[in-house]
């Protein structure tokens, strides 16, 4: 159980164009899910989080019109890269919590992880 | 606010050697702690937690933490590792209430098993 999914898993693009990323929960309701942007050899840094059915709450220095997120559902959240760069190219990760009901914070399940690659 | 601080970036051991990464924390308020494993370009996989109870945490792979509260720490350790558990591994923390819902990293530990 709590399994994660990211599509797609890796992408190129060229400069200037969009990128779309999926998050999804399979086989749980997430209310709340994150995304996460780790650049090489180092720790996550969250850039946002984003509620199902109410707007992204998003870190600071983090820029809300390059980096469009959507909650549309309690399975699925998206990331959208608008007019990337190569300085955006970085390792995307969601992750998703289970919704316990309490309010309590549980545990973050993370997906696989999108590799993006602006040239 | 919090802060994770993994004393170690790098450790290197042998095969079924015993292994300890080192975990400690800052925080005014109480927190639930985390690890997690990262194998080479995937995401992050949850090894074990700690919400309340009995600080002796059990996870998967055969790994175990403990949480001490007085000294801040949640060291993850295993009796005896193999090369597959190879990795990057995360500590990280979140506040129980209050504040923000955030998990706050560690910058991470390298565990590299050698045969």
């Known amino acids: 159980g709590a399994v994660v999914s990211q599509h797609p898993s890796r992408v190129i693009c060229k400069s200037g164009t969009s990128v779309k990323i999926e998050c999804r929960s399979l086989?749980?309701?997430?209310?709340?899910m994150f995304w996460y942007r780790q650049f090489p050899k180092q720790s996550l840094m969250l850039m946002a989080t984003?509620?199902?059915?109410?707007?992204?709450?998003?870190e600071q220095g983090v820029e809300k019109d390059k980096f469009l997120i959507n909650h549309a559902s309690l399975t699925l959240s998206t990331l959208t890269v608008t007019s990337a760069h190569p300085e955006d190219s970085s390792f995307y990760i969601c992750?998703?919590?289970?919704?316990?009901?309490?309010?309590?914070?549980?545990?973050?399940?993370f997906g696989p992880g999108t590799r993006l690659t602006v040239l | 606010a919090q802060s994770v601080t993994q004393l170690d970036s790098q450790v290197p051991v042998f095969e079924e050697a015993p292994v300890e990464l080192r975990c400690n924390y800052s925080?005014?308020?109480?927190?639930?702690l985390f690890w997690y494993v990262q194998y080479p370009n995937q995401g992050l996989q949850l090894l074990l937690k700690?919400?309340?109870?009995?600080?002796l945490v059990k996870g998967i792979n055969g790994f175990e933490a403990e949480f001490n509260k007085s000294q801040t720490s949640f060291h993850l350790r295993k009796p005896s590792v193999h090369i597959s558990d190879t990795a990057e591994y995360f500590c990280?923390?979140?506040?129980?209430?209050?504040?923000?819902?955030?998990?706050?990293f560690g910058k991470g530990t390298k565990l590299t098993v050698n045969p």
């Open positions: 992750s998703a919590r289970i919704f316990s009901g309490r309010g309590r914070r549980d545990t973050q399940y």
């Open positions: 086989d749980f309701q997430a209310t709340t």
């Open positions: 984003s509620n199902e059915g109410s707007k992204a709450t998003y």
């Open positions: 925080s005014s308020v109480s927190v639930y």
């Open positions: 700690y919400l309340s109870g009995s600080t």
């Open positions: 990280a923390v979140t506040p129980v209430q209050g504040g923000s819902e955030k998990l706050v």
